[in-house]
């Protein structure tokens, strides 16, 4: 079984980033989670409000979880309100159903984790992490 490597999660990190600051964006926060929802990576830039963290945590964990993008569950969030707050409450506040991560997928489609950041807009956020994803050979 393929698993997302160390190397591999700081690729995804380091490109999201560099894609950002490329954009001009606010200082952000990326989050890369394995398959299990464990962190395997993390950097906040400098700049970046101690929340961002937290923020790109729940959007990743909540897509490895659901195997669907962020974007995606915040979509099915509008249909199913209750579900979602359930969801958020059994989590402990860990899932965040809001557009900014993207699941990490092996050439074959298995999910290898989530990447999630928190600094800019949800579009902003969920660009910068699927240009990770792909300058590290994956996708999303």
Known sequence: MTQLTLAQANKIIDSALAHSKKMGYKPMA????????HVKATQREDGASMF???????KAWGAVGMG??????SERAKDNPNFFLSLAASS???????P???LI???DGSILGAVGASGGTGDEDEA??????LAAGLTS
């Open 68 to 73: 669907i993008s962020s974007r995606g569950l």
């Open 128 to 133: 910068i992490c699927a240009h990770g994803v």
């Open 100 to 102: 900014g991560a993207v």
């Open 105 to 107: 997928k092996h050439a």
């Open 30 to 37: 990326v989050v890369v989670l394995d398959d299990a929802g």
């Open 52 to 58: 961002r963290v937290d923020v790109a945590t729940g």
């Open 92 to 98: 402990g506040g860990k899932f965040l159903p809001q």
